[in-house]
Each structure stands twice: as structure tokens, then as C-alpha cells.
Nanobody
Framework: QVQVVESGGGLVQAGESLRLSCAASGTIFSLDAMGWYRQAPGKPRLLVAR???????KYADSAKGRFTISRDNAKNTVSLQMSSLKPEDTAVYVC???????????????WGQGTQVTVSS
């Protein structure tokens, strides 16, 4: 079985920083792209940032210049460093990982449970 677990959410004031972490564990044969999505109340889940196993990154326009995604391939972890946070960044942040598990011939997408980030004005 494979698990994806986030940590690091919380309540901060506008302008402050926050770091989210996510760890994938279990019967992992290979770990491809990892990323962070967010979902605000009444809104769809949207990509925040994505990073491939080779380190190529992609950011939503709202995250460019303020957020930095990184990963540790040896530990199967991905982090999101968020700076200059704004009230509109308030959402549940969900980790996503493309994993090929042992016994399977293809990759599948795995989602974490999500962690709440609240930015007060």
C-alpha cells in the first residue's frame, strides 16, 4: 500500500511564511512527479506547483515568485515553501504523487488528506 501524508499547515498573518511538507511511503517502486494543489471553499482544486523526479518545476501564476517547491528523492518527500502569504492563499493544500507501486506495471496518482492553510489579513 502507498500513503501520502502532508504536514505543516496552520494559521498565519498576511505577509508571513509557511512551509508544507509531504511524504510518500509504502510499497513504492518508483516516484515520478509530485505536486501541491489547493482547494478553497466552493472552488475547484487547482494546481499550485509541481516538480518532476528530475527537478523540473511548474507553478501556477499565483504562486510564481512567492512559492518554491522542492523534493528529496532519497526520502520521497516534497516541500512547498510559501512566502508573502495573502488571504487569498487560504485553502486546503493537498499533496499529489505519481507512484508506481510494486506489483503494478504503471503509475497511478495518489492524494494526501490535505492540510489547512489560513492567512488572516
Amino acid at each position: 500500500q502507498v500513503q501520502v501524508v502532508e504536514s505543516g499547515g496552520g494559521l498565519v498573518q498576511a505577509g508571513e511564511s509557511l512551509r508544507l511538507s509531504c511524504a510518500a511511503s509504502g510499497t513504492i517502486f518508483s516516484l515520478d512527479a509530485m505536486g501541491w494543489y489547493r482547494q478553497a471553499p466552493g472552488k475547484p482544486r487547482l494546481l499550485v506547483a509541481r516538480i518532476t523526479s528530475g527537478g523540473d518545476t511548474k507553478y501556477a501564476d499565483s504562486a510564481k515568485g512567492r512559492f518554491t517547491i522542492s523534493r528529496d528523492n532519497a526520502k520521497n518527500t516534497v516541500s512547498l515553501q510559501m512566502s508573502s502569504l495573502k488571504p487569498e492563499d487560504t485553502a486546503v493544500y493537498v499533496c499529489y504523487a505519481e507512484i508506481r507501486a510494486y506489483g503494478f506495471s504503471s503509475t497511478a496518482g495518489y492524494w494526501g488528506q490535505g492540510t489547512q492553510v489560513t492567512v488572516s489579513s
